[in-house]
């Protein structure tokens, strides 16, 4: 019902032979810019969309609900440097997927979200269409761009403006949308052909100024506490070798956000990781490359950095990266910005400092040294106690291990203590490695993380996930078994959010916070054919982690986790408005 048959299949009549569908293009134009992976969820008006962009060669990776669809394709984009391609119906599909497009532009993340939508003549008159609303109005805000295509001579424009807008300079989500009676629009083949547009250099690189360069180099040398911040942009900027080469040139100590461990080795002698509470507030210039000053970092002042108050400068002063003008000075001075493509910054400044570079002070490095040396050791306490029942940091011990073993596997995180305790306990050894909750601290992008993942880089992937977190998305483990993705879940089960101990006052209900007590979510993947494992000890996490990489099956390991164990909020309780009123 809806649907639409491919005009070819309609005729042998040679002339409407020779005609190209709205389908057609809209696959030719994606298949054209190298975007082979549409994920999505199907209905009208775009199934048969998926079924022919899947004759067509194109993988079509069909999720149970879009927002994780929408995931998987923003980090499919952070991982790959094209726009991850999300494929949605009309109204409440393209609603279900905006969340992820509005996830994409915060993140910087290169997506777009293609959704049917309904009659413009009557959406426009609100005569009540099938599934009627006006997409475009709703997306603008929450996207870097959106564009709609009436005319099937327009869908090669279409795609291709919003490829462009979706890759260069900062990335982020775009929406394209496209009207039911697009589809089956027919245009001449040899017109149709000719209207596509073969994208070239999607994302010109942006070379920094010589001046802003060599301001950069001298506000460095100008240092006696030196300190780099390295963001995800770094990462997503696949400049590893030149990032690498200019911390160790430098000899400066970094500091990894979360998406951009592993660019260096988290065992990097310069990594500063373990000293961050000593390295932020004692620093004097501050180079972020690829970071942005926003509440990850503190806003770049207050306490965090030294500040007498919540809100007073540390003294630092700061070199930013980024590729966007308008980065700077968002929260503090920016005494040198260095606007342009990560690379080509990263490239100029080694260049630069070929006429002449001190390393850091030897006091600094050393006290930054001893710092670290001392909460490591605290730390390998911590992590070596075996406690009963198994809690946050046992268990962790276990994942650690097993990531040190295999450097080349993705890894995804996301919950609140789940989250916190595994950034810092679990080392990176490879870049873009860690994907994780990124800039909104999001639930939910757990399962659609775990696909791209897999589905871009062909590598094993392990997820640790709180039992609230996994929620969000876990019905996908069955589009995990369906497509038989090699992805290890671990699901850190505490009974609840932050932790399964809360009662209702009142005692008539479970209180917001818990959860079924002893669930086994193990037996949700067994539903589905996947391995399932009930691990109740460090020993038995160990075994089941080996055998799921070992034999690639998709496996959920529910870790039961001291349900005490956790703290609200995890690390960020301070933002609580509770916490606020108290200060
Ligand atoms: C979409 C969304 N909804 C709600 C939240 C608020 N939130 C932050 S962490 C969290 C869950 C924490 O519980 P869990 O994943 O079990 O981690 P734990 O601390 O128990 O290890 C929630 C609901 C959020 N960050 N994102
Ligand atoms: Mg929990």
């Known amino acids: 019902m809806g649907t639409v048959e491919p005009q070819v299949a309609a005729s042998s009549d040679a002339e409407q032979r020779a005609q190209l569908d709205g389908f057609q293009l809209v696959i030719e134009a994606l298949k054209l810019n190298g975007l082979d992976t549409i994920y999505g969820l199907p209905g009208i008006p775009i199934t048969d969309l998926t079924r022919r962009a899947q004759a067509a060669g194109l993988r079509v990776l069909s999720f149970r609900h879009e927002q994780n669809a929408g ?9 790959t440097q ?8 009309s109204a409440p599909g393209f609603l279900n997927g905006l969340n992820a497009l509005a996830h994409a532009t915060v993140n910087c993340f290169p997506m777009i979200l293609i959704s049917g939508s309904s009659e413009r003549e009557i959406v426009d008159l609100q005569q009540g269409d099938y599934e009627e609303m006006d997409q475009l109005a709703i997306a603008k805000p929450v996207a870097k761009a959106a564009f709609r295509v009436l005319h099937a001579e327009d869908i090669g424009v279409g795609v291709a403006r919003a490829i462009r807008a979706a890759v260069s300079g900062r990335p982020g989500g775009v929406y394209l949308d496209m009207p039911a009676k697009l589809f089956a629009q027919s245009i001449d083949s040899s017109l149709g052909k000719n209207s596509l547009i073969k994208v070239v250099d999607p994302a010109p690189k942006q070379i920094p100024a010589p001046e802003a360069v060599k301001r950069a180099l001298d506000l460095l040398k100008s240092a006696k506490k030196p300190l780099i911040i390295l963001g995800k942009g770094a990462a997503y900027a696949q400049a590893d ?38 390295v932020l507030p004692a620093a004097d210039v501050v180079m972020l490359i690829g970071a942005r000053l926003n509440w990850l970092l503190s806003h770049g002042k207050g306490k965090t950095w030294g500040g007498k108050g919540a809100k007073d400068w540390g003294g630092q002063k700061f070199v930013q990266i980024d590729i966007s003008p308008q980065e700077a000075d968002s929260n503090v001075r920016i005494d040198a910005p ?114 791209a993942a897999a589905v871009c880089t062909k590598q094993q992937v392990i997820a640790v996930e709180g039992d609230s977190a996994f929620g969000f998305s876990g019905m996908e483990v069955e589009t995990i078994c369906r497509y038989n993705l090699p992805v290890c879940i671990v699901i850190m089960n505490n009974n609840g959010v932050y932790k399964g101990t809360d009662k209702d006052p009142t005692g008539r209900d479970p209180a917001p916070t818990v959860f079924v007590k002893d669930a086994r979510y ?43 164990a956790g703290t609200e ?12 009123k108290k200060k």
């Not at 995931?71 to 991982?79: H, K, N, P, V």
């Not at 094209?82 to 119906?89: E, H, Q, W």
């Not at 995180?413 to 999001?442: C, H, Q």
């Not at 539903?527 to 998709?554: D, N, Q, Y």
């Open 71 to 79: 995931y998987a394709a923003s980090i499919a984009g952070f991982l």
């Open 82 to 89: 094209r726009p991850g391609i999300c494929l949605t119906v």
């Open 241 to 278: 070798a030149e990032i690498k080469a200019l911390v160790e040139e430098t000899g400066i100590p970094y500091l990894p956000m979360s998406m951009a461990k592993g660019l260096l080795p988290d065992t990097h002698e310069q990594c500063a990781s373990a000293a961050r509470s000593f």
């Open 338 to 451: 260095l606007v342009g493509d990560i690379g080509s910054c990263v490239s100029s400044l080694l260049n630069e400092m070929k006429s002449g570079w001190t390393k850091p002070p030897a006091d600094w490095v050393n006290a930054i040294n001893e710092k670290k040396n001392g909460n490591v050791a605290k730390m390998a306490e911590t992590l070596a106690k075996n406690p009963s029942p198994m809690n946050f940091h046992s268990a962790l011990n276990v994942v650690r291990d097993i990531v040190r073993a295999n450097p080349e596997a993705m890894f995804v995180n996301e919950g609140a203590n789940a989250l916190d305790f595994t950034r810092s306990i679990v080392d990176m050894y490879r870049p873009r490695k860690r994907i994780d909750v990124g800039t909104w601290g999001i639930m939910g992008v757990g399962m659609g993380y775990c696909v």
């Open 522 to 564: 193990d037996k949700l993947m067994e539903a589905f054919g996947g391995v399932g494992v009930h691990a109740t000890t460090p020993a038995e996490l160990r075994k089941a982690m080996e055998e799921a990489i070992r034999s690639k099956k998709p496996t959920l390991i529910n870790a039961a986790i001291d349900e005490t």
């Open 569 to 580: 909020s995890g690390r960020i309780t301070s933002l609580n408005p509770t916490a606020g």
